[in-house]
C-alpha cells in the first residue's frame, strides 16, 4: 500500500499525527482526529525516519488480539531468530496482557470499538546476523465490529482507512474452523475486506495490488487438515476469498496458525453462558505469517 511522501524527519515533532497527518497540539496525548497515541510520532522522529505499518485485520472474534499478543512476545523473546525491541513501553501493554490472561486460563477481553481504547505497538526487528537490516513497524489492535463498520459504511472509522492506505503489509485473519464446519461467514467476511482494500485503492481492472497479505487461517486446532495445505483449504473452503485474491491481488500468501492446545467450557453458577476456557496454549504457525511479510518490505 502507498506510503506517505512526508517523512519523520520534515515533520513538526510532536504535531503532525503519523496515521492520519492531522495537526495536533504538541502536548496531546492523542490524535484528536484518529485517536492513535502521539507517542508513536515522538518515537518515529527519534529514529528520523517513518515507520512500517503491518495492519493485522479480521472479523469479531477470529483471534486477533491473542494471535498479535503472541506474535509480539515471540519477537521480544527473540523467536526465529528475530531481535525486537519496543519503542515505548505502551507498546509492550498489548503482549502483557494476552500473556497474563491466557496464563490464568482466561481468554483477554474483547477490544473495544472506540479507537481510543485500542493497543499499539511499535517495534524495532531485525534478523539476527551480522549486518542486521532494521526495520520499524507499528502494530495496532483494531475491533473486528469496527473494521466491519468501515468495510460496510467507508469513513466510519477514518483510522482504519488511513492504516489500510499506509500499511506496508497486511495479515487477514480466517476462522478456519467455522469455515471447516460449512459457516459461510469467514467467506463472506473476508470476501468484503479484499473487496474493501481493492475499492480503495481503485486499480485498473488490468492492474493487481501488489502489496503482501498474508492470509492466516486461525484456530485450526479445530481443522487440523488446514495445515497440510492451506491453499487447497482455502480454495475448497473460502473459495469466494480465494477468487478475488487471483484476480486482484498479485501478492498474497497462505498461512495456518493454531494457538490454544487444549479447550474447555465452563459456566458460571450465576450467569447462564457458556464461556470457553483455554487449558493450555500450543503455539503452531504464529511467526511465519509475519516472518513473510517481512520478506516482502
Known amino acids: 500500500m502507498p506510503t506517505t511522501a512526508t517523512t519523520a524527519t520534515t515533520r513538526a515533532p510532536g504535531s503532525v499525527c503519523l496515521i492520519c497527518a492531522t495537526q495536533n497540539k504538541s502536548d496531546a496525548l492523542l490524535c484528536r482526529e484518529c485517536s492513535a497515541p502521539m507517542a508513536l510520532v515522538h518515537d518515529a522522529v527519534a529514529q528520523e525516519r517513518d515507520p512500517q505499518i503491518v495492519s493485522v485485520i479480521g472479523e469479531s472474534n477470529v483471534g486477533k488480539t491473542v494471535y498479535l499478543g503472541f506474535l509480539l ?7 526465529g531468530d528475530f531481535e525486537a525491541i519496543p519503542k515505548g513501553a505502551y507498546s509492550i501493554d498489548l503482549q502483557q496482557t494476552v500473556i497474563s490472561h491466557m ?36 502494530m495496532p489492535d483494531m475491533a473486528g465490529e469496527a473494521l466491519a463498520a468501515e468495510v460496510a459504511t467507508p469513513e466510519t472509522f477514518r483510522v482504519i482507512r488511513s492504516l489500510l492506505t499506509k500499511s506496508a503489509g497486511a495479515m487477514l485473519l480466517v476462522d478456519a474452523g467455522l469455515a471447516a464446519s460449512g459457516s459461510s461467514q469467514p467467506d463472506f467476511f473476508a470476501l468484503k475486506m479484499m473487496s474493501y482494500i481493492d475499492t480503495m485503492f481503485a486499480a485498473k481492472r488490468n492492474q493487481r495490488i501488489r502489496t503482501p497479505i498474508a492470509v492466516v487461517l486461525c484456530k485450526a486446532d479445530y481443522c487440523p487438515e488446514c495445515f497440510d495445505d492451506p491453499e487447497k483449504f482455502v480454495e475448497a473452503n473460502l473459495n469466494r476469498m480465494w477468487n478475488i485474491c487471483e484476480s486482484r491481488f498479485a501478492n498474497v500468501e497462505f498461512f495456518t496458525c493454531s494457538v490454544v492446545g487444549s479447550l474447555a467450557y465452563a459456566m ?17 504457525g504464529v511467526l511465519e505469517p509475519f516472518e513473510w511479510i517481512l520478506d516482502q518490505l
Open 103 to 138: 496464563a490464568n486460563r482466561t481468554f483477554p477481553p474483547k477490544t473495544p470499538m472506540e479507537s481510543n481504547e485500542w493497543y499499539w505497538a511499535y517495534y524495532q526487528v531485525c534478523r539476527r546476523t551480522n549486518n542486521p537490516t532494521w526495520v520499524d513497524l507499528v
Open 73 to 79: 512476545d515471540m519477537l521480544s523473546q527473540r523467536a
Open 268 to 284: 458460571s453458577q450465576d450467569e447462564n453462558y457458556v464461556v470457553p476456557v483455554p487449558l493450555h496454549t500450543a503455539l503452531q
